[in-house]
């Protein structure tokens, strides 16, 4: 494969009809998998690493993904955040083999070459030799070899890190609406950690991106909500993507009961429950916490990270392609520090709705999959994207529209080499 | 001091817990529990940095019956199947007279199309309390060894 080809070279042909229509070949294909990891993750965007919190302190790191490559995430000794790809300059082992940790420096096992935590390299074993003999040449300059740095930045709590050296400020770069959301969940009040797990889905990372922005299949598949008689999330919603770049999107709910009870008692926060044929209805127990009436949202940044707040669960969920038909979807559970003991209840009860075993989730870890399973073959075939419409307009009264993940396939298209 | 016939009323139980998930007799699994019973799935990662959000948590034979009737009539999922391996319990004194149980386990995941796996491994953190001639599960957490959940968990484990 030519690495540089246009997309006629390595990418499919896309069908008449733009971004309503999406080759299943890209779910399925080697090739586009290794150009998505130089195009698009390597590319212009800011890929989520980890938390601001689990590298909090000069020494914390972190491991990351960008695509598939192996990054690490440390605060030096000055507090300055660092990022740098997690590959030993001598012969590419991973140098740090620790999800997280604390570290004076890093220290490659292989060939015990050590590294400063901005990744410049500090010390190689051996240099001079053995008793006068062997080591490296007089010229070796240690200045010149040094673990690949990647530029970090911090918001709202999220460390994100790029290849591109001319990305604006992550803030710039999700937009206006995507900030103010950003900022109203994770920015307002410092966060805390309330649990983490990963699940492994069987598909290629896109259709996981796609799923999350489907608020169509949302109260058809997951069936949870109805056969419970939960109140459903589809009262007064919407989807807003992105000003200029809707491959961004936020997907809302407003219990409309909640508005008005609101307006009855003037009240900043109050307990509601749902009507509901639960045998353990404490599971549902809320709190408003927003005065804007939201209850229920999912904020997809591009290309790996989603973020939901449904009624009091605040979780960052990131999906790392494991291989083109393999994806790991890390579930980060969040409260934030002032949270009083019910309200950390509430957020815990409530984590059982999503993740793994999640009682209106679960079912997306499986759909994808059948998906991929079901476009095996499938030749030059394409899915068909036009709830809603074809176009990109935000649509701020209906959810029962797939513009979301038509915006996700136009910031795709882009970067891919289509448009 | 626990003595013999506690530690074998103790094991019969465990078993029987096990083997109700496994012949999918799902219903009867609440009935393991004390009323007030808590059940959670989480992961050894979880439980060394002292988090108390996992992967299920039932508060209550309510959720848990909640959780089955879900699994039969809400959630969509491929069929599927598990078999318990269960070591044997250590089991030490508590608080309270109850008994502390420590189980590992593993569950071998069957899919419909017949293909297995290793589901899950971990351990059964048990908080049981013997009397009256039954045992009921006053705690359980099934604390996984790994983090990584392959596909989803609808089935208790």
């Known amino acids: ?419 | 001091m626990i003595d013999a016939e506690t530690r074998q009323r103790v094991e019969d139980f465990l078993l029987d817990c096990a083997w109700a998930i496994d012949e999918d007799d799902l219903e009867a699994w609440p009935g393991f529990f004390a009323e007030d019973g808590r059940y959670r799935i989480t992961t050894r990662d979880n439980e060394a940095r002292g988090l108390p959000v996992g992967i299920m948590l039932c508060e209550g034979r309510g959720m848990m019956e909640d959780r089955i009737l879900a699994l039969r009539t809400a959630n969509i999922y491929e069929p599927h199947r598990y078999r318990h391996v269960l070591g044997r319990p250590r089991l030490r004194e508590a608080e309270g007279g109850l008994i502390r149980s420590d189980s590992s386990f593993i569950v071998i995941r069957t899919m419909q199309d017949g293909r297995m796996d290793l589901f899950a491994a971990g351990n059964y953190c048990d908080l049981l309390r013997v009397g009256n001639g039954r045992v009921t599960i006053q705690e359980r957490a099934a604390v996984l060894e790994s983090r990584r959940v392959d596909v989803l968990i609808v089935i208790p484990i």
């Open chain 1, 1 to 419: 494969m030519n690495p540089t080809a246009g997309p006629g070279a390595v990418m499919p042909a896309w069908p008449e009809g733009g971004v309503s229509r999406v080759p299943y070949r890209l779910f399925s294909d080697a090739q586009v998998y290794a150009l998505e990891q130089e195009r698009l993750f390597r590319g212009p965007v800011w890929n989520y690493l980890c938390l601001e919190l689990e590298v909090a302190e000069p020494g914390d790191f972190r491991t990351a993904f960008i695509g598939e490559t192996p990054i690490v995430v440390a605060r030096d000794g000055n507090g300055e955040l660092r990022g740098m790809v997690n590959r030993c300059a001598h012969k590419g082992a991973l140098v740090c083999l620790a999800e997280r940790g604390n570290r004076r420096h890093f220290s490659c096992i292989y060939h015990s070459w050590t590294y400063h935590l901005d990744g410049r390299l500090r010390g190689v074993a051996f240099r001079g030799g053995l008793k006068g003999k062997g080591g490296m040449p007089e010229d070796f300059d240690p200045a010149r070899h040094r673990m690949q740095p990647i530029r970090v930045e911090i918001f709202c709590g999220l460390v994100f890190g790029t290849f591109e050296p001319d990305m604006a400020p992550v803030e710039e770069w999700v937009g206006p609406t995507m900030g103010h959301f950003l900022k109203r969940n994770l920015g307002s009040r410092p966060l805390t950690l309330l649990g983490a797990h990963s699940q492994i889905i069987h598909n290629n990372w896109k259709l996981y991106a796609e799923n999350v922005r489907d608020s169509y299949h949302a109260t058809l598949l997951h069936t949870f909500y109805t056969t419970f008689k939960v109140n459903r999330l589809d009262m007064d919603g919407g989807i807003l993507l992105s000003e200029g770049a809707p491959w961004h999107h936020i997907s809302y709910a407003k219990r409309a009961t909640l508005e008005e009870a609101a307006e009855y008692t003037q009240a900043q926060v109050h307990s509601a429950s749902y009507d509901s044929r639960l045998n353990g209805p404490e599971l549902l127990k809320t709190e408003d916490e927003f005065d804007d009436g939201i209850t229920h949202s999912v904020q997809s940044i591009f290309p790996t990270l989603a973020v939901h707040f449904t009624l009091n669960s605040l979780c960052v969920r990131n999906f790392v392609p494991r291989g083109l038909e393999e994806t790991e979807l890390v579930w980060t559970y969040l409260g934030y520090e002032d949270d009083s003991e019910e309200m950390t209840r509430m957020r815990v009860l409530q984590a059982n709705l999503t993740g793994a075993a999640g009682l209106v989730s679960l079912e997306d870890g499986c759909i994808n999959e059948f998906v991929q399973r079901g476009t095996r073959g499938s030749g030059d075939a394409a899915a068909v994207l036009e709830m809603g419409g074809r176009g990109l307009e935000s649509s701020e009264s209906s959810r029962a529209t797939e513009v979301s993940i038509r915006g996700f396939w136009s910031g795709y298209r882009g970067l891919m080499g289509y448009a």
